[in-house]
């Protein structure tokens, strides 16, 4: 398993930028204090892609930040990206490995009771559970809340202990710290982030909620 920080997970959509360069939201991003970000595209061209996440690895090289794609496995190989982050019905989470290497970041989204006890976990390095909360990105029926994400990683930690268990889908500066504080090593966000006013601001922001969050949960124990 690749060492992988979930802390603030910034995902990066052009439906979801308000028309902004996408490399000037990431840098904004990771200026802010993102520790990982991801490229979601749903209708761009292939050749698009590959081309909007070079510039973006270009936009944040030195950071130290990885750079994931949605889904899109050739075209994390083609621009040289760090890894990417599959769905349950996109490619098994082992192809993707076999394709990428041992040193790629495999991540891989959870939603279902089945999910959580069927899936591959030996072949990735965290899960995104979700979505959690009702949210505007994409098409997220029944989502779990605060609860469910719990009964979700409990299965998943069981099964691998040590595996990074992150919470994705509506979260947003105003219930980050409530799945921290259930257990979540960290929050993946789109709209919060990349359709705010200032971004490098709303990254600082969430970036402390979660350490404020995490430190309040460790107290308690």
Known sequence: MNPVDLT???ILDPARSRG?????????????GATLLQYRDKTGSTRQ????????????????????????????????AEGVHVGQDDMAAGDARRLLGPQALIGLSVKTE???TG???DEIDYVCVGGVFETQSK??????????????AAILRRRRPGLPV??????DETNAAAIVAAGAEGVAVISALFMADEVEAAAARLRRIVEDA???SGAAA
């Open 8 to 10: 603030l997970y910034g």
């Open 20 to 32: 902004r360069p996408l490399p000037d939201l990431a840098r904004a991003a990771v200026s802010g």
């Open 49 to 80: 892609m590959v081309d909007a996440v070079r510039a973006i690895r270009a936009a944040v090289a030195g950071s130290g930040v990885p750079l994931l794609v949605n889904d899109r496995v050739d075209v994390a190989l083609a621009a040289g």
């Open 114 to 116: 089945a999910e959580a």
């Open 119 to 121: 899936s591959p976990l």
């Open 139 to 152: 098409d997220n029926p029944g989502a779990v809340g605060v609860a469910g994400w719990r009964a979700l």
């Open 166 to 171: 992150g919470a994705i889908a509506g979260i």
């Open 214 to 216: 995490r430190g309040a």
